[in-house]
């Protein structure tokens, strides 16, 4: 009967899964997003911009300096808070990731900040997008649905990818989604 019980127990559990934003969401740092327009003239726009941002056809965008090294990166005390509580709550039956359109080389970087902010970044799982699309963010959570995660809590400060991981709860009715969008 024990082991009946046990297998229950396994099929019933919750999978959870806790996303964080980096950029603007974490961590603020002084990296621009370069725009170089047809006429010639440059924008220099920070993430929370970039996150507005109506681009035109002609726009070509320069992300190297959200490559390698943070610049000058200071916290999101409010969402680092938040960020500290859940992973000092464990990781059994949850996974927390930090889910970035930082490309991969900036990986040690993020890492780095992590345990100069005193979060063990062995717990936490980094997705480095390389892409600032909305829809490879709430692709990625969905590739986690499919896994069998059933409770998702999402934290970014852009509404555009806010609203795509919301779209979500369209396909998976059955599936807890949280989508929260960082505002201060």
Not at 95 to 113: M, N
């Amino acid at each position: 009967m024990k082991p009946l019980l046990e297998n229950w127990k396994e099929y019933l559990k919750e999978q959870k899964l806790r996303v964080f934003d980096f950029d603007d969401t974490l961590a603020k740092t002084d990296a621009k997003i370069i725009v170089n327009k047809a006429d010639g003239s440059i924008l220099d726009l920070t993430p929370g911009e970039y996150a507005v941002y109506g681009p035109e056809e002609d726009d070509e965008f320069d992300y190297s300096e959200f490559r390698g090294e943070l610049i000058n990166p200071r916290e999101v005390k409010a969402v680092t808070n938040v960020f500290r509580r859940i992973v000092a709550a464990g990781t059994e039956d949850r996974k927390i990731a930090i889910l970035t359109a930082r490309a991969p080389d900036a990986y040690s970087a993020i890492r780095d900040y992590l345990i100069e902010i005193g979060v063990d970044p062995d717990d936490v799982e980094f997705a480095m997008l390389g892409t600032s699309a909305p829809e490879a963010k709430s692709s990625w959570i969905e590739d986690h649905i499919k896994k069998g995660y059933s409770d998702i809590y999402f934290v970014d400060d852009s509404g555009k990818n806010v609203a795509a991981v919301n779209n979500l709860k369209k396909s998976y009715p059955d599936v807890k989604i949280r989508a929260q969008k960082v505002e201060y």
